[in-house]
């Protein structure tokens, strides 16, 4: 039976399906040449990461497929309700890469806090002529500990950025409309382990206490974080998105960082990917990756070895 991993797999999911017996093809394949591919090759397993859809004509047109599958948490680039109907099996891997992606979250807070995104750049075109300009211009740093973040989104890679906030010696309040409270439990290098039991608040609540904020949301119609819930916030809050492009207003984020009322910012995903909009790229209060929070080799491992396990599982 033939697997077809579009976008990648690791080595380990490889491994793992070719040794239960199956082929294993890493070509990537056009979206617009997809549905030949599939049917000439006679591909089984359909495994995607963001950058190829799958959507009904694919699923119509493909009757030999069993099995669609997302490395990653968020489906919206499957018709998931739909390939369910037809009878094929969805997977996806919601755990994987909740813990790098929280380390992303918390390497911008951290270099935001610093101004390191812009000592970064600065360093290298004035650091020898401009050092004591550039130490005062950076002089006035935060730290994390003590200060609160707030989590929109309680799943589990909500929960574990607040883990790491936990480690840092920071106030966790989040908002959850699915989910009234969470237990935490943080496990350290010798065995011993910290249990926190964090309950949900109003989104409003969250909003008004934090002095981090970090989005951790599925793609849905409307904004999150728009004008109104800027002016909500404190003055000189840090924001963070590493969930979806769309979940919070660019332009009014623009604005909120122009009137200080948001001091600094990262973005991981944006509205307009692969190319995001030029006043984001080019604005010194920004923080930016190239929507990188999965994208480490341990959770890039994790995701192969999960999505081998469900389709050994599906398919015996």
């Given at each position: 039976?033939?697997?077809?991993?579009?976008?990648?797999?690791?080595?380990?999911?490889?491994?793992?399906?070719?040794?239960?017996?199956?082929?294993?093809?890493?070509?990537?394949?056009?979206?617009?040449?997809?549905?030949?591919?599939?049917?000439?090759?006679?591909?089984?397993?359909?495994?995607?990461?963001?950058?190829?859809?799958?959507?009904?004509?694919?699923?119509?047109?493909?009757?030999?497929?069993?099995?669609?599958?997302?490395?990653?948490?968020?489906?919206?680039?499957?018709?998931?309700?739909?390939?369910?109907?037809?009878?094929?099996?969805?997977?996806?891997?919601?755990?994987?890469?909740?813990?790098?992606?929280?380390?992303?979250?918390?390497?911008?807070?951290?270099?935001?806090?610093?101004?390191?995104?812009?000592?970064?750049?600065?360093?290298?075109?004035?650091?020898?002529?401009?050092?004591?300009?550039?130490?005062?211009?950076?002089?006035?740093?935060?730290?994390?500990?003590?200060k609160t973040l707030?989590?929109?989104?309680?799943?589990?890679?909500?929960?574990?950025?607040?883990?790491?906030?936990?480690?840092?010696?920071?106030?966790?309040?989040?908002?959850?409309?699915?989910?009234?409270?969470?237990?935490?439990?943080?496990?350290?290098?010798?065995?011993?382990?910290?249990?926190?039991?964090?309950?949900?608040?109003?989104?409003?609540?969250?909003?008004?206490?934090?002095?981090?904020?970090?989005?951790?949301?599925?793609?849905?119609?409307?904004?999150?974080?728009?004008?109104?819930?800027?002016?909500?916030?404190?003055?000189?809050?840090?924001?963070?998105?590493?969930?979806?492009?769309?979940?919070?207003?660019?332009?009014?984020?623009?604005?909120?960082?122009?009137?200080?009322?948001?001091?600094?910012?990262?973005?991981?995903?944006?509205?307009?990917?692969?190319?995001?909009?030029?006043?984001?790229?080019?604005?010194?209060?920004?923080?930016?990756?190239?929507?990188?929070?999965?994208?480490?080799?341990?959770?890039?491992?994790?995701?192969?070895?999960e999505l081998a396990?469900?389709?050994?599982?599906?398919?015996?």
């Open positions: 039976m033939k697997v077809l991993a579009n976008d990648g797999i690791s080595q380990s999911g490889i491994d793992a399906l070719e040794k239960a017996g199956y082929e294993v093809i890493t070509t990537t394949v056009a979206q617009e040449q997809l549905i030949n591919y599939i049917n000439e090759k006679d591909i089984a397993v359909l495994l995607v990461r963001s950058a190829t859809t799958v959507r009904q004509d694919l699923i119509d047109a493909c009757p030999g497929l069993k099995i669609i599958g997302r490395g990653g948490v968020g489906m919206d680039n499957i018709d998931v309700a739909y390939a369910r109907e037809k009878g094929l099996s969805v997977i996806n891997t919601p755990a994987a890469s909740s813990h790098s992606v929280a380390e992303l979250v918390f390497g911008h807070f951290f270099g935001l806090a610093r101004f390191l995104h812009n000592s970064n750049r600065d360093m290298p075109l004035e650091g020898d002529q401009n050092f004591k300009g550039l130490k005062k211009a950076y002089a006035k740093g935060t730290e994390l500990k003590g707030g989590v929109l989104g309680f799943g589990r890679i909500g929960q574990a950025t607040a883990k790491v906030a936990l480690g840092a010696g920071m106030k966790v309040v989040a908002f959850d409309p699915f989910l009234e409270k969470a237990n935490l439990e943080l496990n350290f290098f010798d065995g011993q382990k910290v249990s926190f039991e964090i309950e949900t608040i109003s989104k409003e609540e969250v909003l008004k206490q934090a002095d981090f904020i970090s989005l951790h949301v599925p793609a849905q119609d409307g904004y999150v974080i728009d004008e109104a819930e800027f002016n909500i916030m404190k003055d000189g809050v840090i924001i963070a998105n590493a969930a979806r492009g769309g979940v919070v207003n660019e332009v009014a984020l623009v604005k909120a960082l122009e009137s200080g009322k948001v001091s600094r910012a990262a973005l991981d995903v944006f509205e307009k990917e692969p190319k995001p909009e030029i006043q984001l790229l080019m604005n010194p209060a920004l923080s930016l990756t190239p929507h990188t929070g999965a994208a480490t080799n341990e959770a890039q491992d994790r995701i192969g070895t396990e469900q389709i050994i599982s599906i398919l015996g």
